[in-house]
């Protein structure tokens, strides 16, 4: 399996990762579990009119952390908007429970894909593993 589909497997089985932002000098958390590979990149999905969205709008910057089974992730990076419809379509076939909020066509949708990112897997009894996409 290639790194960042590594990355991805863990944050679908973990089903909830925490995504922090950057709102000014504060920092911002909240739980997410969307995750997808595109195209070669590792995209979330969120809402326009959501606060997290404006962050990220302001500051790409982003960090993300993940933890299951003795092991954590965490995913420090910039997060990019992509209005491309076959990401926003692919996405929702692979996480079909946000049909019921958002479709490819609506104007609040959001893909993002990771830019630059270090992905640290770490425990407390083995030597981390980084992964850079
Ligand atoms: C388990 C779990 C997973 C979630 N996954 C997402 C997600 O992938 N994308 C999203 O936009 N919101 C997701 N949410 C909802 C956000 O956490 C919530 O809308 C949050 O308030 C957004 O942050 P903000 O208020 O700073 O904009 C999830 C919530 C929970 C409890």
């Given at each position: 399996m290639e790194g960042i589909e590594k990355v991805c497997s863990f944050l679908d089985e973990a089903h909830t990762y925490y995504l922090a932002t950057v709102e000014g000098d504060q920092p911002r958390v909240r739980p997410f579990?969307?995750?997808?590979?595109?195209d070669?990149?590792?995209?979330?999905?969120?809402?326009?009119?959501?606060?997290?969205?404006?962050?990220?709008?302001?500051?790409?910057?982003?960090?993300?952390?993940?933890?299951?089974?003795?092991?954590?992730?965490?995913?420090?990076?910039?997060?990019?908007?992509?209005?491309?419809?076959?990401?926003?379509v692919a996405m929702l076939e692979k996480m079909p429970a946000l049909k019921g909020m958002y479709s490819a066509d609506d104007d609040n949708m959001q893909v993002l894909y990771f830019e630059d990112a270090t992905a640290t897997f770490s425990s407390f009894t083995e030597a981390p593993e980084v992964i850079t996409f």
């Open positions: 579990g969307t995750a997808l590979i595109y070669g990149k590792l995209y979330i999905q969120t809402g326009k009119i959501k606060n997290v969205s404006k962050q990220l709008a302001e500051n790409p910057k982003a960090e993300i952390c993940a933890f299951m089974g003795g092991k954590w992730l965490r995913i420090a990076g910039k997060l990019i908007n992509d209005d491309s419809r076959d990401v926003k």
